[in-house]
């Protein structure tokens, strides 16, 4: 049931755009966004709920198909610090912690 | 500043000798999560708690268990840690389950020997 995120993994010059997707066979109620830094914990960034639903926060956002089946994180005009490991968490059903599944994880790396 | 904390940092363990890590939150929230991360991977949920309900995944090995003395306080018990075993612990929080944000602890990085 894990969600496929691609892609494994992208290397950007600073000021470049990037996206990453989350996909799954079946829908999801809910997509978490998270970015790991190495040898840190995970910091949430934004959470989807309803399918059609944008969400930002300055340049960073996300979005959720209408059939709650894909979702997307935006990185616009990248920094250095947007480099990490970003994780997609999909919750399949409604009780939560039995069926939520982290995806396997976006490496980005941001090059000066 | 409100927050998760996990100790030990760093725990080293011998095979078979049973190992506990800790996990404490300032932050009142009702649902505490173990996940276990192995390099290059994705965090993988173990367990959580809402409150003093306990909620396993199915594939959680019969190995691994917790407590939930109180709101504040969470364990991970390994009783019979094997070279496999050997990860990143992170403990997480939250307010409600479902669609409410975890706030991660720093983890616990388990070496077996």
């Known amino acids: 049931q894990q969600p496929v995120q691609s892609p494994q993994a992208v290397i950007l010059r600073e000021g470049e755009d990037a996206v990453i997707n989350c996909s799954s066979s079946k829908a999801l109620y809910s997509v978490h966004w998270y970015r790991q830094k190495h040898g840190e914990a995970p910091v949430f960034l934004m959470i989807?709920?309803?399918?059609?639903e944008q969400k930002g926060h300055e340049k960073i956002s996300a979005s959720f198909n209408e059939k709650k089946q894909q979702s997307s994180l935006y990185l616009t005009a990248s920094q250095l610090s947007y480099s990490g490991t970003y994780f997609c968490?999909?919750?399949?059903?409604?009780?939560?912690?039995?069926?939520?599944?982290f995806g396997p994880g976006t490496r980005l790396s941001v090059l000066p | 500043d409100a927050m998760v904390i996990q100790n030990p940092r760093y725990q080293v363990t011998q095979f078979g000798k049973p190992v506990t890590l800790s996990c404490s939150q300032t932050l009142n929230h009702n649902v505490m999560y173990w996940y276990q991360q192995k390099s290059s991977q994705a965090p993988k949920l173990l367990f959580h708690y809402y409150d003093k309900d306990f909620n396993n995944e199915a594939d959680t090995p019969d190995n691994f268990q917790s407590r939930r003395p109180n709101t504040s306080f969470c364990f991970l018990d390994i009783r019979s840690p094997g070279l496999g075993d050997a990860a990143m612990y992170l403990c997480a929080t939250s307010i409600g389950t479902g669609r409410d944000t975890q706030y991660f602890g720093p983890g616990t990085r388990l070496t077996v020997l």
């Open positions: 968490g999909t919750e399949f059903g409604d009780n939560y912690g039995q069926n939520f599944v």
């Open positions: 989807l709920l309803k399918g059609g």
